[in-house]
């Protein structure tokens, strides 16, 4: 009687939070919603009301996205969100209901939606000059280089500017081609490295490779601490990359790539003692090591700025992009002066790549990481949830593992513990009711069934509560 009363409570709350707002009832709570209420779990207040949203709807949005967009496009969620506004670490949608995001527009949302400093110096710098190119003196682009330099260990000091991840991964490779003058790479099968020729190749999940010719890439063991067949032991899914240069190539090789914990494919941190021993493999074959933090780096585990120091090696070439721009779209290659001078070769041109607005706003979100100490909260208040995680573990058989490191967190799946099978559909349904009740969570891995939860690194102890209570209802209900 009591939960019924609070559930009620809770609801009619959050209705009267609607109608300050100027949504109307029907919006906000309906009274079925009262009627079927159970205790929800209550978001942490946040004081910010977006203003009122008077575009299309979801509806015509999604007439118009069928009928002039891509149908290779998809959407999470069984009635689709319209985010309208975003505001740290949350996002709000057309009739202003608040929602919790852990997925940061795929790890890229870094200090927050829209941060003051970012949207300042965005606007500053598009107030004065747009574009203008590199055959032109800005100091936008020299300082944001500047500073990402000062990010990284030893010799990386030069920095090549590009659109996106897949566009830095392709410039790593060509560089270590060139450098080495070896065609061969290895890459991490499930790994995931983008989606134009070269980055396709290195990619190694068949959803994400489409049947075009993709060279000059072998895929190496995953040393996949969960599934894979050495459990945790680096040293031996090393060994296979040391075969693949024995039997695979001329004993010359242009570079290995991957990323030290794999996002699209399921919050992968590899296996310890795998990566030094690789690199070791590596540059014995004559080739360079490339480090995708693409999605790993900047300051997301916590422990590290860089997901490849938890691993003590030191890259050749680290490739980055998502959480650089907090969602400007900018990546970065970062190499040393020996390996960066290939490109001298040829002319190497990139008409948008550290455009001053882009690397304006990206020096603005490396200062708000250190003004705000964001790496240090990514670290407390990620082994926090993922302690918290943890706990979920023990209470539900369906959670076959918890894992990652600061904010970049796997939860996965099984209908099976043994056996390990992937619940794909339960995972659909849990995370409809996730966003039912206010928290929005990704979704990745080969078999599309672990919870990918890599919120902005702003995200706080109370969030991480919100977050595991409703993970917790949505399982119980399943
Ligand atoms: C590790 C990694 N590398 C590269 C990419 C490709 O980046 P983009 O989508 O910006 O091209 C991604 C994208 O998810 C990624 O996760």
Request: charged letters at 10%; a positive charge; glycine letters at 16%.
């Given at each position: 009687m009591m939960r019924r009363f609070l559930s009620r409570r809770l609801i009619v709350l959050n209705s009267h939070e609607g109608l300050r707002r100027g949504i109307s009832r029907s919006a906000a709570a309906t009274a079925t919603e009262v009627e079927n209420a159970t205790i929800t779990p209550k978001m942490p207040p946040f004081d910010y009301a977006p203003p009122p949203y008077n575009g299309p709807s979801a509806a015509d949005i999604m007439k118009k996205r069928l009928e002039f967009l891509s149908p290779s496009l998809f959407c999470f969620y069984k009635k689709p969100l319209n985010v309208v506004d975003g505001k740290m670490q949350y996002l709000f949608d057309e009739d202003g209901r608040r929602y919790l995001d852990a997925f940061a527009g795929i790890a890229t949302v870094c200090c927050g939606h829209c941060h003051p400093d970012v949207v300042e110096a965005i606007i500053n710098q598009t107030k004065r000059l747009q574009h203008s190119t590199v055959v032109y003196l800005n100091h936008a682009i020299a300082d944001f280089a500047e500073a990402l330099a000062s990010k990284m260990p030893g010799d990386l000091k030069v920095v090549f500017f590009t659109n996106s991840g897949t566009e830095a991964n392709e410039l790593a490779m060509m560089m270590a081609r060139?450098?080495?003058?070896?065609?061969?790479?290895?890459?991490?099968?499930?790994?995931?490295?983008?989606?134009?020729a070269g980055s396709m190749?290195?990619?190694?999940?068949?959803?994400?490779?489409?049947?075009?010719?993709q060279t000059g890439v072998h895929h190496a063991l995953n040393p996949d601490q969960y599934r894979g067949v050495f459990g945790s032991d680096g040293a031996k899914y090393a060994k296979d990359v040391q075969e693949i240069i024995d039997f695979g190539t001329s004993g010359r090789v242009g570079g290995f790539i991957s990323e030290?914990?794999?996002?699209?494919?399921?919050?992968m941190e590899l296996a310890p003692g795998y990566l030094p021993a690789v690199y070791k493999s590596i540059r014995k074959a004559g080739g360079l090591c490339i480090a995708d933090e693409v999605q790993s780096g900047f300051a997301r585990t916590g422990s590290h700025f860089w997901s490849f120091e938890a691993h003590g090696v030191v890259p050749d070439i680290v490739t980055m992009a998502k959480g650089i721009g907090n969602g400007i779209p900018i990546g970065a290659v970062v190499t040393t002066p020996e390996i960066a001078e290939v490109l001298t070769r040829r002319s190497y041109f990139n008409t948008f790549g550290g455009n001053p607005v882009c690397t304006a706003g990206g020096l603005a979100v490396l200062r708000v990481l250190e003004k705000e100490r964001l790496q240090e909260n990514a670290f407390v208040v990620g082994s926090y949830l993922k302690d918290r995680l943890k706990g979920l573990q023990e209470k539900h058989d369906i959670i076959g593992d918890v894992r990652g490191r600061g904010m970049m967190l796997g939860v996965e799946l099984v209908t099976d513990r043994q056996l390990k099978t992937p619940a794909k559909s339960e995972i659909l349904h849990v995370m409809n009711q996730m966003k039912e009740m206010g928290v929005?969570?990704?979704?990745?891995?080969?078999?599309?069934?672990?919870?990918?939860?890599?919120?902005?690194?702003?995200?706080?102890?109370?969030?991480s509560d919100f977050l595991v209570d409703v993970m917790d209802l949505a399982l119980s209900r399943l």
């Open positions: 060139l450098y080495t003058g070896s065609q061969d790479i290895i890459s991490i099968r499930n790994s995931y490295h983008g989606n134009a190749g290195a990619t190694a999940q068949s959803n994400w490779k489409f049947n075009v010719i030290a914990i794999q996002g699209v494919g399921g919050i929005l969570v990704g979704k990745g891995g080969f078999y599309g069934n672990v919870f990918r939860v890599t919120p902005p690194l702003c995200f706080t102890k109370e969030d």
